[in-house]
């Protein structure tokens, strides 16, 4: 794990001073996942969001166990979803966050993950407003970075929610895979976001931009956001897992890395 702040970023690369830095991006925050299996995250970079529903419906209760959430010896961080009864639920999964410790406006977030499989798991990677207990969601705003369906195994979604486009009105777009699945192997999951637009990829391949002036309401995206890495178990967006759904399933995370424009 390395955090650096910008002004010394620059500095170490030598592009203090400079009119034409050698390149757009300079990294500020990372988490490799490295350590023993077994171990909970780096708590200097993740918090747990605890409890179930999220506005969603969703089915699992998210805990701090590590059995939802630890590092699998590898260098990936895994967070397990489970059919088992906890707390009044029916299964229980992990919902990591930055809040108060990564909060950051602009820049490229990315994160190499392998996704899970079968009906009724909602993997996310995903931006919140860090304001959001103050001016609620969507006003906040959400950018989804990718979002999943179990049962699309060759299909990811990018997603922008913002006042007078959200949930159901969010202004989205699918990627599709085509042969492949996304639970055969690794891919890299990013946006590039600044004051004007927000890009959409997967493995480098654009397929979503969302400008300033498409949105029909408010841009609220001009304020600090932290990340959110979640697998969730049901809720209206997938549905219900159903009898071909095996459990446990695991989205496996490599790194996540974010940057600031040089």
């Known amino acids: 794990m390395r955090r650096l702040t910008l002004p010394l970023v620059l500095a170490l690369a030598g592009l203090v001073g400079c009119t034409e830095p050698p390149g757009p991006w300079v990294l500020t925050w ?21 409890g179930t529903d999220w506005g969603n419906a969703q089915l699992e209760y998210d805990t701090d166990r590590a059995s939802n959430a630890s590092l699998d010896g590898a260098g990936n961080l895994a967070i397990v979803a489970r059919a088992e009864s906890f707390l009044g639920s029916a299964f229980t999964s992990a919902r990591l966050t930055t809040a108060g410790l990564l909060e950051q406006r602009y820049g490229r977030f990315e994160a190499r993950m ?6 009724g798991l909602w993997p996310a990677f995903w ?24 049962q699309e195994p060759n299909l990811v979604h990018g997603s922008l929610h913002g006042p007078g486009y959200s949930a159901g009105n969010a202004l989205t777009r699918r990627f599709d895979l085509g042969e492949g699945r996304f639970d055969d192997d690794f891919h890299i999951f990013s946006v590039e ?5 927000i890009e959409w990829r997967v493995d480098g391949r654009l397929y979503h931009e969302v400008k300033r002036s498409y949105v029909s309401g408010a841009w609220v995206f001009d304020h600090p956001f932290y990340i959110i890495l979640n697998l969730a178990v049901g809720g209206g967006y997938v549905g219900p897992p159903d009898g071909g759904t095996v459990f446990p399933q695991t989205m496996l995370v490599d790194w996540v890395r974010v940057y600031v424009r040089a």
């Not at 350590?35 to 747990?48: D, E, H, L, S, V």
């Not at 392998?114 to 009906?119: A, S, V």
């Not at 304001?131 to 906040?140: E, H, K, L, M, T």
């Open 30 to 50: 990372e988490d490799e996942f490295t350590g023993a299996a077994g171990t909970r995250p780096n708590q200097a970079n993740w918090r747990y969001d605890v």
């Open 114 to 119: 392998k996704l899970p499989t079968g009906r």
């Open 127 to 150: 931006l919140l407003g860090a304001n959001v207990d103050q001016v609620g969601w969507p006003q906040a705003g959400e950018i989804d970075i990718m979002e999943y369906r179990g």
């Open 193 to 197: 976001w600044d004051e004007d637009q």
